[in-house]
């Protein structure tokens, strides 16, 4: 889906007449519309809200979706009464994005709270639009200011939809209340995999009752079931009054397409397209962009691995562990290649890191490094095996590289941990230590802490998920559901990383202080 034009643009002869019309008719009857065309059923609707996403110093991407086809009209002010207009940008949504639509705004300042505001004008007759809704994000500063920012995944997974009675989606809600600059969303934006049913039962005799649609009541093989799964999500308050004020980076996991998929292995009746790739993930994937606030990457269409600075303490390298990997099982048994990051991004993820020049480099991750799974990375103690060799080789690059402060973020467990990485506790020791954070689910089944492998030297410094009492897969409404929450100061530089669950209570939290830059040919380098 391209991001769109700019709206300041040349109108050709007849786009001018018809608007000109169109003004001089108002004008003829006072500024008020035809009856026909002033009922809100006659002019197009913003259906699932606003989103904004990819924000940096400059720029970011506006969101929203229509009822009908339609030309979105987009206008920027860092006054939320609009008094002055700083920016403006247009984009269509048309049939064929499932009337979504979305573009990159440029040109803004920077360390600014910049209002938007959004309507929707018919396509076919430009003046009769209708009603606006407005939206925020904050720029980064280009000074060294303080900033924080949220992260979870996994939403709406096991079965456990929108239930108004229980409050919907509430830790969005928490997430919301803390203000922060913008959002990781880890990944598991949907469960596609995972049909919504009208009731479930909970522990105790309570019964769990979900708002259905048809959509999303099967699991998702066409690309309208994959773009229901979206939309149902939207229909919850909380998490499109937390879309409408906070920024969000998107990446994907799994259940975007369906568990534990792979580019290889992971199909439907439909196959496989000429070129080998699988008809499900082309649809998955094409129902992702469609719906997320995520910048285009001229380079490689549909790219979801991307670098995003904010500001000189911060750069986040959004990686993507699914697009290249190997295959869909990750078994100590298989002896084939195995790779999870493939080489194309793993040499872009090494530049990148090399190239920043932030205080600190967040890696967010689909999937975490040390925690048992044929679907992930660890497969047990002991030295590096399959996918774990590339994980080895990025560690070992990043410390002859003399990248430090470097921090991992994940979700995907549906429970939050801290780790910290040592290679005096690890089998393979070349690199220096560092910090792994896990956090949510945002909205779906609970499970229990997992296992740690010795390869990288892993501890538990923290976890928390249900207990065995409790049973797995525990409902949202029993309050086990988690996000994190990060702050960096500006003077001191220091990262607070504080795990939060959906009443908004903190559960457990590290300072980190920043070590020197020790890349070769910096200033600190040389004098370390």
Known sequence: ?????????????????????????????????????????????ITCGLASGDVSTGSAVVWARADRPARMLVECSTLE???????????????????????LIEGLPSGQDIFYRVRFEDIGEPGIAGEAQVGHFRTASTEQASLSFVWS?????????????????????????????????????????????SELKLPGGGIWRNIVTEEKSVVAHSLAQFRGNYKYNLLDDHLRAFNAQVPMLAQWDDHEVTNDWSPIGSADETGYAEDGASRLVERAARAFHEFMPIRTTPAQEGRV?????????????????????????????D?????????????????????????????????????????????????????EHEIADLLSFMKRAG????????????????????????????????????????????WAPGELDNTFGPKAMFQKGC??????????????????????????????????????????????????????????????
């Open 153 to 197: 995944g996994d939403t709406a997974g096991q079965g456990w939809g929108i239930d108004p009675a229980r409050g919907g989606m509430r830790t969005y809600k928490a997430m919301l209340d803390n203000h922060p600059d913008f959002f990781i969303h880890s990944g598991d934006h949907i469960y596609a995999d995972c049909p919504v049913p």
């Open 305 to 333: 691995y991307r670098r995003i600075g904010y500001g000189p303490l911060l750069d986040v390298f959004l990686i993507d562990m699914r697009s290249y990997r190997d295959s869909t099982w990750n078994k100590r048994t």
């Open 403 to 446: 990248v430090r402060n470097t921090v991992w973020l994940t979700a995907d467990m549906h429970y939050t941990a801290a780790h910290y990485y040592d290679p005096n506790r690890a089998v393979y020791q070349d690199f220096e230590p560092f910090w792994e954070f896990v956090s949510g689910p945002l909205h779906a089944g609970t």
């Open 467 to 528: 207990s065995a009492e409790q049973g797995e897969n525990l409902a949202p409404c029993f309050g086990l559901q988690f996000f994190g929450r990060v702050d960096i100061d500006g003077q001191s530089e220091i990262m607070t990383v504080t795990l939060k669950d959906a009443d908004d209570r903190a559960l457990w939290s590290v300072d980190i202080a920043p070590r020197p830059d020790a890349r070769p040919g910096t200033m600190l380098a040389q004098h370390i």
């Open 1 to 45: 889906m391209a991001i769109a034009r700019r709206a300041k643009q040349s109108l050709n002869r007849r786009q001018l007449l018809v608007r000109s019309a169109s003004t001089l008719a108002l004008a003829g009857l006072g500024g008020i519309a035809r009856p026909s065309l002033s009922r809100a059923a006659d002019r197009p609707q």
């Open 81 to 103: 009464s609009f008094k002055s207009i700083i920016r403006v940008a247009s984009s269509d949504a048309l049939p064929d994005h499932d009337f979504t639509s979305k573009v």
């Open 335 to 387: 002896r084939s290649d195995c790779f999870i990051l493939g080489s194309a991004q793993l040499a872009w993820l090494k530049r990148e890191l090399v190239a920043s020049d932030a205080t600190w480099k967040v890696i967010a991750a689909d999937l975490p490094i040390g925690l048992i799974s044929e679907d992930a990375i660890a497969l047990g103690d002991g030295p590096p095996e399959r996918r």
